[in-house]
Protein backbone atom coordinates (compact mmCIF):
# COMPACT_ATOMS: atom_id res chain seq x y z
CA UNK A 1 0.00 0.00 0.00
CA UNK A 2 1.53 3.47 -0.93
CA UNK A 3 0.46 6.02 0.78
CA UNK A 4 -0.03 9.70 -0.71
CA UNK A 5 0.44 12.73 1.55
CA UNK A 6 0.70 16.09 0.40
CA UNK A 7 3.93 17.80 0.84
CA UNK A 8 4.22 20.66 3.69
CA UNK A 9 6.26 23.89 2.30
CA UNK A 10 9.39 22.97 4.11
CA UNK A 11 9.71 19.65 1.96
CA UNK A 12 9.27 21.23 -1.18
CA UNK A 13 13.31 21.26 -1.28
CA UNK A 14 13.13 17.05 -0.85
CA UNK A 15 10.37 17.11 -3.37
CA UNK A 16 12.78 18.96 -5.64
CA UNK A 17 15.54 16.82 -5.12
CA UNK A 18 12.99 13.79 -5.52
CA UNK A 19 11.75 15.32 -9.17
CA UNK A 20 15.19 15.77 -10.22
CA UNK A 21 16.62 12.50 -9.00
CA UNK A 22 13.41 11.17 -11.38
CA UNK A 23 13.72 12.40 -14.34
CA UNK A 24 17.08 12.89 -14.46
CA UNK A 25 17.64 8.86 -14.23
CA UNK A 26 15.33 8.88 -17.77
CA UNK A 27 16.27 11.78 -19.59
CA UNK A 28 19.41 14.35 -19.72
CA UNK A 29 18.25 17.25 -18.20
CA UNK A 30 18.57 20.75 -19.93
CA UNK A 31 19.42 23.65 -17.14
CA UNK A 32 16.01 25.68 -18.19
CA UNK A 33 13.71 21.92 -17.31
CA UNK A 34 15.90 21.39 -13.73
CA UNK A 35 15.30 24.72 -12.87
CA UNK A 36 11.44 24.15 -13.26
CA UNK A 37 11.60 21.33 -11.51
CA UNK A 38 13.35 22.60 -8.57
CA UNK A 39 10.71 25.55 -8.35
CA UNK A 40 8.25 23.94 -6.38
CA UNK A 41 7.32 26.77 -4.33
CA UNK A 42 6.41 28.39 -7.61
CA UNK A 43 4.22 25.62 -8.58
CA UNK A 44 2.89 25.24 -5.37
CA UNK A 45 0.17 28.62 -6.18
CA UNK A 46 -1.75 26.46 -8.86
CA UNK A 47 -1.07 22.98 -8.03
CA UNK A 48 -1.26 20.71 -4.76
CA UNK A 49 1.95 18.66 -4.19
CA UNK A 50 1.56 15.28 -3.50
CA UNK A 51 4.12 12.78 -2.60
CA UNK A 52 4.10 8.61 -2.26
CA UNK A 53 5.80 7.78 0.46
CA UNK A 54 7.99 4.73 1.10
CA UNK A 55 10.27 3.65 3.88
CA UNK A 56 9.85 7.10 5.27
CA UNK A 57 11.33 8.62 1.56
CA UNK A 58 10.07 10.52 -0.79
CA UNK A 59 9.29 8.01 -3.77
CA UNK A 60 7.31 9.53 -6.33
CA UNK A 61 5.75 13.23 -6.72
CA UNK A 62 2.55 14.39 -8.99
CA UNK A 63 0.60 17.88 -8.94
CA UNK A 64 -2.76 18.30 -9.20
CA UNK A 65 -4.95 21.99 -9.52
CA UNK A 66 -5.46 23.90 -6.57
CA UNK A 67 -9.14 24.30 -8.00
CA UNK A 68 -11.32 24.96 -11.17
CA UNK A 69 -12.54 28.18 -10.74
CA UNK A 70 -10.18 31.14 -11.47
CA UNK A 71 -8.87 33.44 -13.92
CA UNK A 72 -10.39 32.81 -17.13
CA UNK A 73 -7.53 34.19 -19.73
CA UNK A 74 -4.89 31.62 -17.63
CA UNK A 75 -7.39 28.86 -18.33
CA UNK A 76 -8.07 30.67 -21.94
CA UNK A 77 -5.71 27.29 -23.83
CA UNK A 78 -7.34 24.66 -21.00
CA UNK A 79 -10.10 22.71 -22.93
CA UNK A 80 -13.64 23.03 -21.57
CA UNK A 81 -14.40 20.10 -19.03
CA UNK A 82 -10.57 18.81 -18.81
CA UNK A 83 -7.60 19.82 -16.27
CA UNK A 84 -4.03 18.22 -16.28
CA UNK A 85 -1.81 16.34 -13.78
CA UNK A 86 1.89 16.87 -13.79
CA UNK A 87 5.08 16.14 -13.22
CA UNK A 88 4.67 12.63 -12.10
CA UNK A 89 7.86 11.27 -11.48
CA UNK A 90 8.81 7.84 -9.68
CA UNK A 91 12.92 7.88 -8.51
CA UNK A 92 14.57 4.75 -9.76
CA UNK A 93 14.90 2.85 -6.80
CA UNK A 94 10.97 2.84 -5.99
CA UNK A 95 9.99 1.99 -9.60
CA UNK A 96 8.01 -1.81 -10.07
CA UNK A 97 6.36 -0.86 -6.73
CA UNK A 98 2.63 0.48 -8.91
CA UNK A 99 3.98 3.71 -7.16
CA UNK A 100 3.04 5.51 -10.33
CA UNK A 101 0.07 3.76 -10.96
CA UNK A 102 -1.25 4.86 -7.30
CA UNK A 103 -0.18 8.80 -8.63
CA UNK A 104 -2.04 8.52 -11.34
CA UNK A 105 -5.10 6.76 -9.67
CA UNK A 106 -4.95 9.63 -6.86
CA UNK A 107 -4.29 12.39 -9.42
CA UNK A 108 -7.54 11.19 -11.57
CA UNK A 109 -9.84 11.10 -8.47
CA UNK A 110 -8.49 14.40 -7.21
CA UNK A 111 -9.23 16.13 -10.77
CA UNK A 112 -12.96 14.16 -11.05
CA UNK A 113 -13.27 15.57 -7.24
CA UNK A 114 -13.20 19.21 -8.70
CA UNK A 115 -15.98 18.45 -10.78
CA UNK A 116 -13.66 17.67 -13.85
CA UNK A 117 -14.63 14.90 -17.03
CA UNK A 118 -10.91 14.80 -18.31
CA UNK A 119 -7.39 14.56 -17.82
CA UNK A 120 -5.26 15.79 -20.15
CA UNK A 121 -0.93 15.22 -19.88
CA UNK A 122 1.85 16.20 -21.70
CA UNK A 123 5.22 13.95 -21.69
CA UNK A 124 7.75 13.92 -24.43
CA UNK A 125 8.52 10.70 -27.11
CA UNK A 126 11.61 9.64 -24.98
CA UNK A 127 9.88 9.31 -21.82
CA UNK A 128 9.01 5.58 -22.97
CA UNK A 129 8.03 4.09 -19.89
CA UNK A 130 5.84 6.85 -18.94
CA UNK A 131 4.08 6.60 -22.35
CA UNK A 132 3.68 2.90 -22.09
CA UNK A 133 2.12 3.56 -18.76
CA UNK A 134 -0.35 6.11 -19.24
CA UNK A 135 -1.68 3.90 -22.40
CA UNK A 136 -1.58 0.72 -20.26
CA UNK A 137 -3.84 2.91 -17.76
CA UNK A 138 -6.43 3.91 -20.53
CA UNK A 139 -5.23 7.37 -21.84
CA UNK A 140 -5.49 8.18 -25.64
CA UNK A 141 -2.82 9.96 -27.21
CA UNK A 142 -4.02 12.98 -29.28
CA UNK A 143 -1.34 13.37 -32.17
CA UNK A 144 -3.67 16.11 -33.57
CA UNK A 145 -2.49 18.64 -30.22
CA UNK A 146 1.00 18.02 -30.66
CA UNK A 147 1.86 21.55 -31.67
CA UNK A 148 5.38 22.05 -29.76
CA UNK A 149 8.70 21.24 -29.31
CA UNK A 150 10.67 21.95 -26.29
CA UNK A 151 14.86 22.10 -25.28
CA UNK A 152 15.60 22.66 -28.84
CA UNK A 153 13.37 20.31 -30.68
CA UNK A 154 11.77 17.35 -28.47
CA UNK A 155 8.26 16.93 -29.61
CA UNK A 156 5.33 17.71 -26.64
CA UNK A 157 3.44 14.63 -26.63
CA UNK A 158 -0.52 14.28 -25.63
CA UNK A 159 -2.69 12.18 -24.13
CA UNK A 160 -5.75 12.49 -22.45
CA UNK A 161 -8.39 10.24 -19.85
CA UNK A 162 -12.03 10.08 -19.59
CA UNK A 163 -12.76 9.76 -15.40
CA UNK A 164 -15.13 7.26 -14.88
CA UNK A 165 -18.56 9.07 -13.85
CA UNK A 166 -18.26 7.18 -10.25
CA UNK A 167 -15.05 9.74 -9.75
CA UNK A 168 -16.23 12.88 -11.04
CA UNK A 169 -18.47 15.29 -8.18
CA UNK A 170 -20.39 17.26 -11.05
CA UNK A 171 -21.01 20.57 -9.90
CA UNK A 172 -23.32 22.84 -11.49
CA UNK A 173 -21.37 26.05 -10.84
CA UNK A 174 -18.50 24.24 -12.52
CA UNK A 175 -20.67 22.92 -15.08
CA UNK A 176 -21.66 26.53 -16.18
CA UNK A 177 -17.72 28.08 -15.48
CA UNK A 178 -15.88 25.17 -18.01
CA UNK A 179 -19.32 25.95 -20.22
CA UNK A 180 -19.01 29.77 -20.47
CA UNK A 181 -15.05 30.34 -20.07
CA UNK A 182 -13.23 31.25 -23.41
CA UNK A 183 -11.07 29.07 -25.07
CA UNK A 184 -8.59 30.21 -27.41
CA UNK A 185 -6.89 27.09 -28.04
CA UNK A 186 -7.56 26.73 -31.38
CA UNK A 187 -5.74 30.16 -32.53
CA UNK A 188 -2.01 29.66 -34.81
CA UNK A 189 0.70 30.57 -31.33
CA UNK A 190 3.13 32.16 -32.69
CA UNK A 191 6.14 32.09 -29.99
CA UNK A 192 9.66 29.53 -29.55
CA UNK A 193 8.44 25.78 -29.95
CA UNK A 194 5.19 26.32 -32.09
CA UNK A 195 5.54 24.37 -34.86
CA UNK A 196 2.90 26.37 -36.39
CA UNK A 197 4.22 29.21 -35.79
CA UNK A 198 7.41 28.28 -37.49
CA UNK A 199 6.32 27.12 -40.68
CA UNK A 200 4.13 30.41 -41.10
CA UNK A 201 7.10 32.38 -39.97
CA UNK A 202 9.06 30.74 -42.83
CA UNK A 203 6.23 31.75 -45.11
CA UNK A 204 6.18 35.21 -44.18
CA UNK A 205 10.17 35.54 -44.76
CA UNK A 206 9.18 34.31 -48.31
CA UNK A 207 10.59 30.92 -48.23
CA UNK A 208 7.58 29.25 -48.71
CA UNK A 209 8.77 27.91 -52.31
CA UNK A 210 12.14 26.60 -50.86
CA UNK A 211 10.40 24.59 -47.87
CA UNK A 212 8.47 21.47 -47.71
CA UNK A 213 6.55 20.14 -44.94
CA UNK A 214 5.37 16.88 -46.80
CA UNK A 215 6.01 13.87 -44.94
CA UNK A 216 7.17 11.77 -47.85
CA UNK A 217 9.90 14.81 -48.35
CA UNK A 218 11.13 15.07 -45.35
CA UNK A 219 11.20 11.12 -44.90
CA UNK A 220 13.83 11.30 -47.74
CA UNK A 221 16.62 12.63 -45.20
CA UNK A 222 15.69 10.78 -42.29
CA UNK A 223 16.05 7.24 -43.81
CA UNK A 224 19.14 6.16 -41.17
CA UNK A 225 16.19 6.52 -38.05
CA UNK A 226 15.21 3.27 -36.74
CA UNK A 227 11.13 2.72 -37.26
CA UNK A 228 10.86 3.19 -33.05
CA UNK A 229 12.25 6.95 -33.40
CA UNK A 230 9.46 9.02 -33.53
CA UNK A 231 11.16 12.85 -33.21
CA UNK A 232 10.57 13.56 -37.04
CA UNK A 233 12.00 16.83 -39.01
CA UNK A 234 8.94 19.47 -38.85
CA UNK A 235 10.19 20.52 -42.15
CA UNK A 236 12.78 20.27 -45.37
CA UNK A 237 14.37 23.46 -47.21
CA UNK A 238 16.44 23.65 -50.01
CA UNK A 239 18.08 26.89 -50.40
CA UNK A 240 19.63 28.49 -53.29
CA UNK A 241 21.91 30.51 -52.18
CA UNK A 242 23.73 31.46 -48.45
CA UNK A 243 21.59 33.98 -48.14
CA UNK A 244 18.73 31.79 -47.89
CA UNK A 245 20.43 29.59 -45.70
CA UNK A 246 21.21 32.30 -43.02
CA UNK A 247 17.16 33.35 -42.99
CA UNK A 248 16.32 30.00 -42.49
CA UNK A 249 18.60 29.52 -39.70
CA UNK A 250 17.46 32.98 -38.14
CA UNK A 251 13.84 31.95 -38.59
CA UNK A 252 14.99 28.39 -36.48
CA UNK A 253 16.65 29.97 -34.13
CA UNK A 254 14.05 32.32 -33.14
CA UNK A 255 11.26 29.64 -32.59
CA UNK A 256 13.97 27.30 -30.92
CA UNK A 257 13.52 24.83 -33.31
CA UNK A 258 16.85 22.96 -34.51
CA UNK A 259 18.65 22.88 -37.94
CA UNK A 260 20.37 19.89 -39.48
CA UNK A 261 22.48 20.25 -43.09
CA UNK A 262 22.39 17.60 -45.23
CA UNK A 263 25.22 17.59 -48.09
CA UNK A 264 26.29 15.35 -50.78
CA UNK A 265 24.13 12.62 -49.94
CA UNK A 266 24.93 12.36 -45.70
CA UNK A 267 24.35 14.84 -42.72
CA UNK A 268 27.27 16.66 -42.36
CA UNK A 269 27.34 16.09 -37.98
CA UNK A 270 25.20 13.34 -36.52
CA UNK A 271 22.09 12.37 -37.65
CA UNK A 272 19.68 14.58 -35.94
CA UNK A 273 17.59 13.16 -32.78
CA UNK A 274 14.86 16.09 -32.61
CA UNK A 275 12.26 17.42 -34.50
CA UNK A 276 13.81 20.06 -36.71
CA UNK A 277 14.29 21.43 -39.86
CA UNK A 278 16.72 19.76 -42.47
CA UNK A 279 18.45 22.24 -44.88
CA UNK A 280 19.52 20.16 -48.02
CA UNK A 281 22.37 21.35 -50.61
CA UNK A 282 25.57 23.14 -50.99
CA UNK A 283 24.46 26.41 -49.71
CA UNK A 284 22.88 25.23 -46.67
Known amino acids: MVDIVEAAPEQYGDVADALVDAFG ?5 SPLYE ?10 KEYRIWTAQEEGDIAGVVLTPRGVLGDADALA ?15 PQYRGRGVARALIDHAVRSIGALGIGTVEIHTGLRMVSARRLYESYGFTRRPERETFVVDGGYRIVTYTYRIPERYVAHDPVVDEWERTRPYRGDAVADGPGSIAG ?29 AADEEHGLAVAWPDTSEQ ?4 RRVAERYGVPVTRWRNGSFTFEPPARSGLIVVGEAA
Do not use: K, M
Open 198 to 226: FTNALDRAGLGCIVSTDPDDIARYEFHRS
Open 77 to 91: FTRSGEREFRQLAVR
Open 245 to 248: AAIL
Open 35 to 44: ADLRDVERHA
Open 25 to 29: STIEL
